[in-house]
């Protein structure tokens, strides 16, 4: 589960003091970095007042209100250098019964989606009890990544991230399943902003049987490729078949690879096609094409069941 920090501190800082701490050397990568800087988090997370006055200030000027902030109404923006390795942000977190829950569900704030990090962060509870975790670890080395595949889940506890306690999120270790605060919550982040979440995936986990749901995190390759393999010429899909044999990323050759079998309509030619990826080195992409392969041949299997 994350790692609980327990030095409490009983000064207060400033935002713009915890920013110039971080500037120095905050090494978001590293955990021991990460652990050094919860003082910090700590310190404003005393400031009973900055949070406040930051939305305040920031609802006078509705027109420039927490622009560039990509989350969802759940994050409050705090501080975003694009140059540094780490932003700050505060979460909200409602019980059931309050309004904004009612209204939404529980997906905006992922309760209820268990799920990993491909990045570290740092938390602390601001306000209020805290939302609950069921907290769980795993050996992302160990996985390939597909769909249905046996995570190795290892459950730890259930606990509330209340007021004034700090965990650092361990990117590739825990697991957590998020369930509803009893009371509105809020917590204050750090949190890594490096090229890993780029690199690497994030997985939305099943633990009630232990297996990868499906990757959560966003690749913008994934996207490209398929549009590329649709309604590229012939030079465009020379070099999509080239990337789903030669890419290094095997999440990247399986999305080259299926794109590519989009663009066949006879369903024997696309089995072809896709079982190229049975010959991979990789595990993910092996066991993707037989995925994929199942997909195509389940209307044939229905006709051949229905005709018996």
């Not at 829950?101 to 704030?109: E, H, L, T």
């Not at 030669?246 to 399986?254: G, L, M, S, T, Y």
Request: some cysteine; aromatic content about 8%; charged content about 25%.
């Amino acid at each position: 589960m994350p790692i609980v920090i327990d030095s409490r501190q009983n000064n207060s800082l400033q935002l713009e003091e915890l920013i110039e701490r971080l500037d120095v050397d905050l090494d978001t990568r590293c955990h021991d970095s990460m652990s050094a800087a919860a003082a910090g988090l700590q310190g404003l997370a005393n400031n009973r007042t900055f949070l406040a006055d930051r939305v305040a200030a920031e609802l006078k000027d509705l027109a420039t209100m927490q622009r560039g902030n990509t989350y969802t109404p759940q994050v409050v923006m705090l501080h975003l250098d694009p140059r540094k390795n780490y932003f700050l942000r505060a979460n909200i977190w409602p019980s059931a019964e309050d309004a904004v829950m009612q209204a939404s569900g529980p997906d905006p704030f992922f309760y209820h989606k268990p799920h990993d990090h491909n990045f570290n962060f740092l938390t602390v509870g601001y306000h209020g009890p805290g939302y609950w975790s069921d907290y769980y670890e795993y050996d992302y080395d160990q996985v390939a990544g597909y769909p249905g595949e046996d995570m190795g889940l290892r459950f730890i506890e259930r606990s509330a991230l209340s007021a004034g306690k700090t965990m650092l999120y361990r990117a590739f270790v825990d697991v957590h399943d998020q369930l509803p605060a009893e009371e509105l919550s809020i917590s204050l982040n750090i949190m890594e902003n490096t090229l890993r979440p780029v690199v690497t995936d994030q997985y939305a986990a099943d633990t009630v049987s232990g297996v990868i749901k499906k990757m959560v995190n966003r690749n913008n390759m994934v996207c490209v490729l398929s549009v590329a393999a649709a309604i590229g010429d012939e030079n465009t899909v020379e070099i999509v078949d080239h990337i789903s044999r030669r890419h290094v990323n095997p999440r990247i050759r399986f999305a080259a690879l299926k794109s590519m079998g989009s663009r066949v309509h006879n369903p024997d030619q696309r089995i072809e096609l896709l079982s190229h990826g049975l010959d991979d080195a990789s595990l993910l992409v092996r066991e993707s094409a037989k995925a994929e392969i199942r997909k195509v041949m389940a209307p044939r299997a229905e006709t051949e069941h229905a005709r018996a």
